[in-house]
């Protein structure tokens, strides 16, 4: 007797209504993706289940891998058995002693094959007297147990679980369209990204590179970061921008105070090109309201007039301490902090305008046909794909 099953829970996926169908078809292609290295793991779907078929493997290694999966609710690894009294008894009596630090238990039993022979109460004391005249030191408690081990027969077999986990939650990603990311390299944008994907969003990512003012370091750690990220979806493709002669210009051209709020208007107009060529309908930013200078409400509506596409701020209205929190469950916390300038840190102003006006933005701009220099910048993008099997470090072989 052994756990040769996880039970996957959709939670959000359950109110989809009519297009269900889709999101958790997604899910199971998601899932598989995941899962693809352990040679022998299957994913099936059963009316209202998933599950994923060990075939032998560890549990917890597969259970690890599922727990960065979005559009998973929860998971408990389960036992298969066939729909008979005594196989279902030795089942939940082994689920029930494999559990960590059990003190009480209940038994919850679910019968959706309503051919089998006993009642769901009926089985539930049979198995509950069961549980108890074989172990010693377990006691029932059924509104508060430290285990609840549920027993679900089906017409194909009776599944058994017990503990059940957590997990990410959201949306399978690939299920909300794509976003283009801009990746600075600190805390906030990575988690923007993140959180985008837990909405289903697919990312790709764009950077603003600068050198020499910005380091093949601080490229570096943007490609780490993308590879984090991959850990909770797809591979990522970063866009590498070449900006140092665009930004230069901009801050020879633009009074010291307005210079931060025409250099993101260019990324914007940058990023909304590579979204066309790319079929992408959204950008994606780490923007805080009020954080710094060009995330006040009038930095944002000056910036934003030069694009009409969608920029979601998943950020928004997070204060740094719960940003920093999530940096660090998800492990880009130590990445983002390494002291490696970008872009948006060099040629800061001393006064940076907190609000921005437009008409003295465009004023400023007319003096200079920057279009040449964007088109230059767009025609020498590097795309470095990144994903979990392809690992950042080898994107930069031979680098240093």
Same mark, same amino acid.
Not at 97 to 110: A, D, L, M
Not at 121 to 149: A, C, F, K, M, R
Not at 315 to 323: A, F, G, S, V
């Given at each position: 007797?052994? %756990?040769?099953?996880?039970?996957?829970?959709?939670?959000?996926?359950?109110?989809?209504?009519?297009?269900?169908?889709?999101?958790?078809?997604?899910?199971?292609?998601?899932?598989?993706?995941?899962?693809?290295? %352990?040679?022998?793991?299957?994913?099936?779907?059963?009316?209202?289940?998933?599950?994923?078929?060990?075939?032998?493997?560890?549990?917890?290694?597969?259970?690890?891998?599922?727990?960065?999966?979005?559009?998973?609710?929860?998971?408990?690894?389960?036992?298969?058995?066939?729909?008979?009294?005594?196989?279902?008894?030795?089942?939940? /009596?082994?689920?029930?002693?494999?559990?960590?630090?059990?003190?009480?238990?209940?038994?919850?039993? +679910?019968?959706?094959?309503?051919?089998?022979?006993?009642?769901?109460?009926?089985?539930?004391?049979?198995?509950?007297?069961?549980?108890?005249?074989?172990?010693?030191?377990?006691?029932?408690?059924?509104?508060?147990?430290?285990?609840?081990?549920?027993?679900?027969?089906?017409?194909?077999?009776?599944?058994?679980?017990?503990? #059940?986990?957590?997990?990410?939650?959201?949306?399978?990603?690939?299920? !909300?369209? +794509?976003?283009?990311?801009?990746?600075? &390299?600190?805390?906030?944008?990575?988690?923007?990204?993140?959180?985008?994907?837990?909405?289903?969003?697919?990312?790709?990512?764009?950077?603003?590179?600068?050198?020499?003012?910005?380091?093949?370091?601080?490229?570096?750690?943007?490609?780490?970061?993308?590879?984090?990220?991959?850990?909770?979806?797809?591979? #990522?493709?970063?866009?590498?921008?070449?900006?140092?002669?665009?930004?230069?210009?901009?801050?020879?051209?633009?009074?010291?105070?307005?210079?931060?709020?025409?250099?993101?208007?260019?990324?914007?107009?940058?990023?909304?090109?590579?979204?066309? +060529?790319?079929?992408? /309908? !959204?950008?994606?930013?780490?923007?805080?309201?009020?954080?710094?200078?060009?995330?006040?409400?009038?930095?944002?509506?000056?910036?934003?007039?030069?694009?009409?596409?969608?920029?979601?701020?998943?950020?928004?209205?997070?204060?740094?301490?719960?940003?920093?929190?999530?940096?660090?469950?998800?492990?880009?916390?130590?990445?983002?902090?390494?002291?490696?300038?970008?872009?948006?840190?060099? %040629?800061?102003? +001393?006064?940076?305008?907190?609000?921005?006006?437009?008409?003295?933005?465009? *004023? *400023?701009?007319?003096?200079?046909?920057?279009?040449?220099?964007?088109?230059?910048?767009?025609?020498?993008?590097?795309?470095?794909?990144? !994903?979990?099997?392809?690992?950042?470090?080898?994107?930069?072989? &031979?680098? %240093?």
């Amino acid at each position: 007797m052994e %756990f040769d099953h996880i039970l996957i829970r959709y939670g959000e996926l359950a109110l989809k209504g009519k297009n269900r169908k889709s999101f958790v078809e997604k899910l199971q292609q998601n899932i598989r993706h995941k899962l693809q290295e %352990f040679e022998n793991v299957k994913v099936k779907r059963t009316q209202g289940r998933m599950f994923v078929l060990l075939n032998g493997h560890d549990p917890h290694e597969v259970l690890e891998k599922c727990k960065n999966i979005f559009g998973i609710h929860s998971f408990s690894l389960a036992i298969k058995v066939e729909n008979d009294l005594e196989t279902i008894k030795e089942a939940a /009596l082994y689920a029930l002693k494999n559990g960590e630090n059990i003190k009480t238990f209940k038994v919850t039993v +679910k019968r959706i094959d309503k051919s089998f022979p006993i009642r769901s109460q009926e089985l539930n004391q049979i198995l509950g007297g069961h549980l108890l005249s074989n172990t010693e030191d377990y006691t029932v408690d059924v509104h508060h147990p430290d285990i609840d081990v549920k027993v679900e027969i089906r017409q194909e077999a009776t599944y058994i679980t017990s503990s #059940i986990i957590r997990g990410s939650g959201g949306l399978p990603v690939g299920t !909300s369209g +794509k976003t283009l990311l801009l990746l600075s &390299g600190g805390i906030d944008s990575p988690v923007a990204g993140y959180l985008a994907m837990k909405r289903g969003v697919e990312i790709e990512a764009i950077h603003f590179h600068s050198p020499p003012f910005t380091s093949d370091r601080a490229k570096q750690k943007v490609i780490d970061l993308a590879e984090k990220l991959t850990s909770y979806g797809s591979k #990522i493709n970063v866009h590498v921008v070449p900006f140092t002669k665009l930004q230069q210009k901009i801050f020879q051209e633009t009074p010291d105070n307005y210079g931060m709020t025409v250099m993101r208007r260019m990324m914007l107009r940058i990023s909304e090109r590579v979204c066309q +060529k790319e079929g992408i /309908l !959204s950008m994606t930013t780490g923007e805080n309201l009020g954080q710094v200078a060009s995330q006040t409400m009038t930095s944002m509506y000056t910036i934003n007039e030069v694009t009409n596409y969608p920029i979601l701020r998943p950020l928004i209205t997070m204060d740094k301490d719960e940003i920093i929190e999530i940096s660090k469950k998800i492990d880009t916390f130590d990445i983002s902090i390494r002291p490696y300038e970008d872009c948006c840190t060099i %040629f800061v102003p +001393k006064a940076p305008k907190t609000k921005p006006k437009r008409d003295r933005v465009n *004023y *400023y701009e007319s003096n200079y046909d920057y279009e040449e220099l964007i088109q230059e910048a767009i025609d020498g993008i590097e795309v470095i794909e990144i !994903s979990e099997k392809k690992k950042a470090e080898d994107a930069f072989e &031979g680098l %240093f």
